[in-house]
């Protein structure tokens, strides 16, 4: 959930989209899943090295755990890593920093004792559930992972909101009414938002990781590039499993460490678990009550406003200064009616004095949409714009809503990476781009393209679209 590590065109796939979309994507922020692997390698009291500062390049301890001493048959994890440098050329994601990184990975967790000490995790919980605890190195192929392929928004809410999984959703709302009733009582958040989550991270807990979440989070916080972020989630972990909320074998997710049926990372789950059915764990794999009650306690200290949408689908005039479409540019309902927007399907928006901020993911060819402040509360559960999107249009259709009124562009193709670097290139070309092509479509390429449509008497949108690039090219 929270743990961003992004994802493609800046988007996390949840773990449910997975096989259908069929591309890497960072966890809750991600993930490609394959079964974890555990090594023969034990740390016991007797085998842990003094205290070695956890840095960028970790020296050798003078002495080996006793499992090594042994002449212990060890496991080789590289068998799965590609063993290549890490594309974002950070020194810790060189091949290199990888293995003497591995190489030290005994010693690394078994110098995490005394933070996990500080956490009243016992020191029998602390060896029992690290004892054999090799890195996954297939992960280091992941977290800088820059797929070459994106989705357009309208194929990832074709994925995620189907007729089979809003079946699927009606049905889970029916049969757990009292606990939905019983939830939005207590926290005051909508119980289709909550649905949606639950249905889009994973199909209603019929898809998910299957990795050690305790082994992910240990390998990210001894390997790599982010492990001061990864040595939070790993004592989180080790906490959850001490407290005993969770056992080892519900204790699985993606590759960065989400979890449960609505992908909670572990800092997230301290923070917000609940245990709804008072059976003294907070089990948010498989206790119904649990989920639910803990995803909306989520969206309430994320800030949800009890009583409002998200947000309204609305058609935008021709000739709107598209430089109004973004997050930073707030007005009232009024204000935007004033500039010519109106709700979709002739419907009237219930309060002119709400606040709201216009997006347009697919240009002016495409659908808009005013976004209230709730819709701030789902991107505080996964930072994406699409996947906030798809969760409140997928909510709407569970409440009984109506598909968009307004059809996509589609035929317009998503430009692959290789081709938004020409787009900067040509842009940079023409005078309309300052910055340096890096294929990241940010700000300075979107106030780049308009400049460019409106050179050319077009639509200035800012939609970096294979119709653009077109354009650009004949030019």
């Known amino acids: 959930m929270t743990s961003s590590a992004k994802v493609t065109n800046g988007w996390r796939v949840p773990a449910a989209a997975l096989a259908a979309v069929g591309f890497i994507a960072f966890a809750s922020d991600v993930a490609a899943q394959a079964a974890p692997t555990r090594g023969p390698l034990v740390l016991t009291r007797q085998g842990i090295a003094p205290p070695l500062p956890i840095t960028g390049s970790i020296p050798q301890p003078a002495a080996k755990p006793a499992a090594i001493q042994s002449g212990q048959p060890q496991t080789a994890p590289v068998k799965e890593w590609s063993g290549e440098d890490g594309a974002s050329g950070h020194p810790l994601m060189t091949a290199a920093a990888i293995r003497q990184a591995a190489a030290n990975f005994p010693y690394c ?25 090799t890195p996954d190195l297939r992960i280091m192929d992941f977290v800088d992972a820059q797929p070459e392929f994106t989705k357009a928004v309208w194929d990832y809410l074709d994925i995620l909101v189907t007729d089979a999984r809003l079946a699927r959703g009606r049905e889970m709302l029916a049969t757990h009414r009292a606990t939905f009733d019983a939830v939005e009582k207590a926290y005051g958040v909508d119980r289709y938002i909550v649905a949606a989550i639950w249905g889009i991270e994973s199909n209603y807990s019929t898809q998910g990781g299957d990795r050690s979440v305790l082994r992910s989070t240990a390998t990210l916080a001894c390997i790599g590039r982010r492990q001061a972020y990864f040595k939070d989630e790993f004592l989180s972990a080790l906490e959850i499993l001490h407290r005993g909320d969770l056992s080892p074998g519900q204790l699985k997710g993606s590759w960065a460490g989400a979890f449960g049926a609505t992908q909670f990372m572990p800092t997230a789950f301290k923070r917000s678990a609940i245990d709804f059915d008072g059976d003294g764990r907070r089990d948010v794999v498989d206790s119904v009550a649990d989920i639910v009650a803990s995803t909306a306690n989520k969206f309430k200290k994320d800030g949800w406003r009890a009583g409002e949408t998200w947000g309204y689908e609305v058609e935008v005039p021709r000739g709107f200064n598209y430089a109004l479409a973004d997050r930073s540019k707030s007005m009232t309902i009024a204000q935007w009616e004033r500039l010519g927007i109106r709700r979709a399907g002739d419907k009237a928006f219930p309060r002119a004095g709400d606040k709201a901020f216009l997006l347009a993911p697919g240009g002016a060819e495409g659908p808009g949409f005013l976004m209230l402040p709730n819709f701030r509360a789902i991107m505080r559960y996964n930072p994406a714009e699409a996947y906030a999107l798809a969760i409140g249009h997928f909510a709407d259709r569970l409440r009984g809503g109506a598909p968009l009124v307004q059809n996509w562009p589609r035929e317009e193709r998503v430009l692959t990476r290789a081709e938004r670097l020409e787009l900067q290139q040509l842009l940079s070309q023409r005078g309309f781009y300052r910055g340096e092509p890096d294929g990241n479509l940010g700000t300075g390429t979107r106030d780049a393209v308009r400049s460019f449509q409106a050179s050319i008497g077009a639509p200035a949108d800012g939609f970096a679209s294979s119709g653009v690039l077109d354009r650009l090219r004949r030019r």
């Open 109 to 133: 967790v078994a110098n995490l004792w005394p933070d996990a000490a500080k956490r009243n995790i016992s020191r029998d919980s602390f060896e029992r559930y690290t004892a054999g605890l």
